[in-house]
């Protein structure tokens, strides 16, 4: 079985900055994208940013410039640095791993975190 944390939210004034870790855990051989997503209050779940083995990385174009996302492949951990934070990043952030091989089977998997509450004061 494999479990995906996160840390790192919390409250925080715009302008200001907060990190978000999120670790995997378990029987892991390979991760193939690691991500983070958000979802606002009556709003639908969209990606922020993700980030492939080999490095390559996809913004959403609210974050561009503001948001950078990184990744320890030994670690099996996703980071996202997110600077200049405004209210509209308000939002329970989601850490995703896509294309997860797991020990002992030919199959890959896709797995979410639990959720971490980041508020934007303004």
């Known amino acids: 079985q494999v479990q995906l944390v996160e840390s790192g939210g919390g409250l925080v004034q715009a302008g200001g900055s907060l990190r978000l870790s999120c670790a995997a855990s378990g029987k892991i051989a390979g991760i193939n994208t690691m991500g983070w997503y958000r979802q606002a209050p009556g709003k639908q779940r969209e990606l922020v940013a993700d980030i492939a083995s080999a490095g390559s990385t996809n913004y959403a174009d609210s974050v561009k410039g503001r948001f950078t996302i990184s990744r320890d492949n030994a670690k099996n951990t996703v980071y996202l640095q997110m600077n200049s934070l405004n209210a509209e990043d308000t939002a329970v952030y989601y850490c995703?791993?896509?294309?997860?091989?797991?020990?002992?089977?030919?199959?890959?998997?896709?797995?979410w975190g639990q959720g971490t509450q980041v508020t934007v004061s303004s």
């Open positions: 995703k791993a896509d294309g997860v091989l797991v020990y002992g089977s030919p199959w890959k998997y896709t797995y």
